[in-house]
């Protein structure tokens, strides 16, 4: 057996190492029931879930970050742009008491219940699994990145079935770059393989 050079130039790695950057192979099936009617497209860098039920089928996390300080439960939240909330959903602050969405728009949301001191601008919020819980259960734990933007409407906004993407697992990412936040907790889940730069 022989060496072969195929470049002069560049990172050379040893032929142990199979994939430096790797995806899913033959790629993820999206869920795409849950978006706002206003959403057409997810992009590129979404953090995903891979559902529990359904082998290959993954849903994206929703998380958003406050614009100003958040001080009492019924009172708009100022969020920034784009999110996926929904009407109905659990919204709440990581470790702390989550709330249920009773308005939502591009810019704020409104959550029912708020059983923590003065939240402050910055802070990223995340989906629950429930309401009204200190002990609360995250909704989904991050364990791949999509890897490119994928269309959930078509032209007349009607909601397209699960769509088929590419989605990484190991690699590293520019934070910077990602289209929603990303919450301590997600970086945890992700930890053993992807790195936030």
Do not use: W
Not at 47 to 63: E, I, M, P, S
Not at 77 to 90: D, I, N, Q, R
């Amino acid at each position: 057996m022989s060496l072969q050079v195929t470049k002069e130039s560049g990172s050379i790695y040893d032929p142990v190492f199979l994939k430096i950057l790797e995806d899913i192979p033959g790629g993820v099936t999206v869920k795409t029931d849950r978006f706002p009617t206003d959403t057409k497209e997810i992009k590129k860098g979404a953090l995903l879930n891979a559902d529990a039920t359904t082998l290959g089928l993954y849903n994206v996390l929703k998380t958003v970050r406050l614009t100003a300080d958040f001080l009492a439960a019924g009172t708009a939240m100022a969020v920034e742009a784009p999110h996926l909330f929904k009407l109905g959903e659990f919204i709440h602050i990581y470790g702390v008491t989550a709330g249920t969405i009773t308005r939502v728009a591009s810019t704020a949301i409104v959550c029912a219940a708020r059983a923590h001191a003065t939240v402050t601008s910055g802070t990223i919020l995340d989906e629950a699994n429930a309401a009204a819980t200190t002990d609360y259960a995250i909704k989904y734990a991050a364990n791949a990145v999509l890897r490119d933007t994928i269309k959930v409407r078509d032209d007349e906004g009607t909601l397209l079935d699960n769509i088929f993407a590419g989605a990484v697992v190991r690699g590293t990412c520019d934070e910077s770059e990602l289209p929603y936040f990303v919450t301590a907790a997600d970086k945890v889940s992700l930890t053993d393989r992807i790195r936030f730069a």
